[in-house]
């Protein structure tokens, strides 16, 4: 397997990989990374539909890209996807899975179509005092420190973040800017995961600094993540033939360890009570998605709480896991992710508006008509002085293909959900639906007197809670996550958030579907490159301009800097006077 650019490899078709015609898979899971291994192992690996088999222990395939109308419960979207134009993976495969709206298009055709028709922007990022504008106004309010901080992360080596928090190189002159407050609320980060993480998101998305205060950068689907990317993606997998077994839960997987190679040997099931083995030959490969952010989530509904229960020991991929990586270091460590759910939960909630009542303050904050069916929040609104440090957003309505056209659904979040709220006064995660839904009428400034009655008779508000979803942001160090194909393995990878690739960045879209594209290629030695990650790191020109973004537009000749390093300064611009590195600092205002 090898990575490529451009368009030449980009546009080609690869050959047969030789000897597949006596080959079949077994994958685990049927998130989006499993669903793109699937994909690449009948479009690209030419392997038979049929002798491909998906398990999934739930009824219904998904995995973390949900989106789903629980009866007598509600909507329900557990989180949400923001896209980028340089996810070159994800468009790789959606240019090939049709549409399942509209005959003769592709995803990645109507999704193009829709987001050149109506970009998406934020006209509100962020507010304070019961819904009125935080006049952030695009500013990251970064001090000349705490600019510096930032470039000392970016320039840390890898090897000297291992296990290291973010807290061990940004302070207050970080932490407490409008920069942070716009970061940790879009890519849900604490103050204490890891450096290395936020590094690496600081690299991989250097070319959208300037996008973060309104969100231009963001791309977002028509409708839920379920029904706009995994249901066209199971579409095309079951014309193939591809067999899904659901309500199957994979409980282990035994490997044949000898030095040099690894072989996966034997399958365990747990189906309708009954355990179940698969024995596997190296012409059998196996594709494990291990650990999981969604797993032990619990949901709650308008009436009742989504308890937390962190006692509870980490369950499906997690305990998975642990049995696998038990049997050799390469496997990785789960227990470094899911140790403690109290630094790695946060919780979500849909509301669905039921009448005209509440639109009128969402107008108020996003300054748009939510019913027009294009952009409405374009990304999250986030309370900056709320408890719970509460975002919101609504995307483009309707959100489910189903939902009535007079109702709004709305998604709410909360970091911090052990600190009481502002209205409601107590945890969010001590709260039902109802009660978090009359936090977030409080802070989008409807009159206390009113907060109750809408909250009840107005919307049906179903929490939930999700005690790992930001796991893979836990310090680590290098093997704590499997490579994707571990050295010596001859027929079986590791898929999605906490597998090892060095490529791309965690928490996205594009790096589950990576890890697909990447085992399948790898396992089939197929004779195509997979795309390279987006290169604004190694751009000059994104450098430049991401310098001069996070200092609000002023240039580098404004620091506030010693006499000595003045002179420094004035001797370098005596260098370059007249050439095209001059021109070059200019036309990005590093210098005037």
């Known amino acids: 397997m090898y990575y490529s650019s451009g368009n030449y490899e980009a546009f080609a078709r690869p050959r047969k990989p030789e000897g597949v015609e006596n080959k079949s898979a077994h994958i685990i899971g049927t998130g989006l990374a499993a669903l793109t291994a699937a994909c690449y192992l009948v479009r690209d690996g030419q392997l038979q539909g049929q002798n491909i088999h998906i398990y999934e222990k739930d009824p219904i395939p998904g995995g973390a890209c949900d989106g789903w109308q629980y009866p007598d419960v509600g909507y329900v979207m557990r989180g949400g996807r923001e896209m980028d134009n340089h996810f070159e993976v994800m468009w790789d495969l959606f240019r090939s899975i049709p549409s399942i709206e509209t005959e003769g298009v592709s995803v990645l055709d109507e999704y ?105 950068a963001l791309r977002f689907t028509r409708y839920n993540q379920y029904e706009s990317m995994i249901l066209p993606m199971v579409k095309y997998l079951e014309g193939f033939g591809v067999q899904f077994h659901y309500n199957t839960k994979v409980v282990n997987v035994e490997f044949d360890i000898q030095p040099g190679k690894k072989q996966a040997k034997r399958i365990e099931l747990l189906s309708e009570g009954k355990h179940q083995f698969v024995d596997l030959t190296e012409n059998d490969l196996v594709f494990i998605t291990n650990g999981g952010c969604v797993e032990n989530a619990t949901m709650g509904s308008q009436n009742t709480v989504a308890p937390f229960n962190p006692e509870i020991k980490p369950g499906g991929g997690w305990d998975m896991w642990r049995r696998i990586a038990a049997q050799d270091p390469s496997f990785g460590h789960p227990d470094k992710f899911c140790h403690d759910p109290e630094q790695s939960n946060w919780m979500s909630a849909t509301v669905t508006t039921l009448n005209q009542k509440i639109i009128p303050y969402i107008k108020n904050i996003c300054k748009r008509d939510p019913f027009t069916g294009g952009v409405v929040t374009g990304g999250i609104v986030t309370v900056k002085d709320s408890g719970w440090l509460l975002s919101w957003t609504i995307n483009r309505q309707p959100q489910f293909r189903n939902q009535p056209k007079d109702q709004c659904l709305v998604w709410v979040y909360g970091l911090f959900s052990d600190k009481p709220g502002d209205f409601v006064k107590k945890p969010m995660r001590e709260c039902t639906g109802k009660e978090i839904c009359m936090e977030w009428l409080y802070h989008i400034g409807v009159p206390v007197g009113e907060i109750e009655e809408l909250a009840e008779h107005s919307a049906n508000t179903v929490p939930v809670m999700m005690p790992y979803i930001t796991a893979f942001f836990m310090p680590r160090a290098a093997g704590d996550r499997p490579d994707v194909v571990p050295e010596g393995a001859v027929n079986f990878a590791f898929l999605g958030q906490f597998a090892e690739t060095k490529r791309d960045t965690i ?25 390279e990650v987006w290169g604004s790191v190694y751009d000059i020109r994104d450098l430049l301009n991401a310098t001069i973004q996070l200092r609000d537009g002023k240039p580098l000749t404004e620091m506030n800097l010693g006499f000595k390093e003045k002179m420094v300064v004035k001797k370098l611009l005596e260098k370059i006077r007249g050439t095209d590195i001059e021109k070059l600092l200019k036309e990005y205002h590093v210098i005037e």
Request: charged residues 25%; contains cysteine.
């Open 112 to 216: 193009y179509w829709l987001n050149k028709k109506d970009p998406n922007y934020s006209l509100c990022r962020a507010t304070v005092n019961q819904g009125q504008d935080a006049h952030t106004d695009g500013k990251f309010g970064l001090s000349d420190k705490a600019a510096m901080e930032i470039m000392k992360l970016f320039f840390t080596p890898d090897e000297d973040l291992y296990d290291k928090r973010i807290t061990d190189f940004f302070d207050d002159e970080v932490l407490n800017s409008n920069f942070w407050l716009y970061w940790r609320t879009m890519f849900a980060f604490e103050n204490w995961h890891s450096a290395l993480e936020m590094k690496l998101y600081l690299k991989r998305y250097i070319h959208h600094v300037g996008g973060l205060p309104d969100f231009k």
């Open 507 to 531: 928490f996205t879209t594009e790096y589950s579907m990576r890890t697909g594209m990447e085992a399948v290629y790898t396992l089939l030695d197929i004779d195509r490159g997979v795309p």
